[in-house]
């Protein structure tokens, strides 16, 4: 008789221990991660109010915790002022138009976060009035360039909010954001050529 025969059973009843074991042990985790859980509903429940996240006094507290600083949408902005740059280069107005909306849209997502900061001299700066002037000023003249489909009415009032948005930068104290005119694209996945087909 082969030798492996009589190990055959003992291997295969161990097998089916360790099997039965696993499926027993994932189902007694289940059973008692619910009941974890609706001990916890019920309590709360019970008690009639909601449990409030650790650390924080309300959810509101930890909402505007949650919000993200004025540097995060501003690089938003940055990177969709530069591809309108670049889409207006190849005369793709309306992904110019798409850049525009962006950015300017991003700059009020901005003002909403934090309307007032402030200044060097540590007073109060009100950044909703020095947007509405720019806004109706410089982003004017690019947004009516664009529509003209003017690629040097573009380009000046392009220069010009640039400079506009410097003085609202050194105005709230951070005068070392100096923009300019962008040498390449803040990104490269989508094709500004107007002309371009689709699969490259």
């Known amino acids: 008789m082969n030798p492996y025969e009589k190990r055959m059973p003992a291997a295969l009843v161990l097998l089916v221990i360790v099997a039965l074991g696993g499926i027993f042990g994932g189902a007694l985790v289940e059973w008692y991660r619910d009941r974890g859980a609706a001990t916890v509903d019920v309590s709360t429940q019970a008690q009639g109010q909601a449990t409030k996240p650790a650390g924080y006094a309300s959810d509101i507290d930890r909402l505007k915790d949650l919000v993200p600083s004025q540097s995060h949408t501003m690089s938003d902005v940055g990177s969709h002022w530069t591809n309108l740059w670049f889409a207006a280069e190849k005369k793709n107005w309306p992904l110019a138009q798409f850049y525009f909306e962006e950015s300017r849209a ?61 003085g609202c930068h050194k105005t709230s104290g951070k005068p070392y954001l100096r923009p300019m005119v962008p040498t390449e694209p803040g990104q490269s996945i989508i094709n500004v050529d107007a002309a371009a087909t689709w699969p490259q």
Not at 151 to 159: L, Q, V
């Open 106 to 166: 991003h700059i009020l997502w901005t003002i909403q976060l934090r309307p007032v900061r402030k200044g060097p001299d540590g007073n109060d700066v009100n950044l909703v009035p020095i947007f509405e002037s720019i806004d109706t000023s410089a982003f004017k003249a690019v947004a009516d360039a664009i529509q003209a489909q003017n690629s040097t009415a573009f380009t000046a009032a392009y220069r010009e909010t640039l400079q506009a948005c410097y």
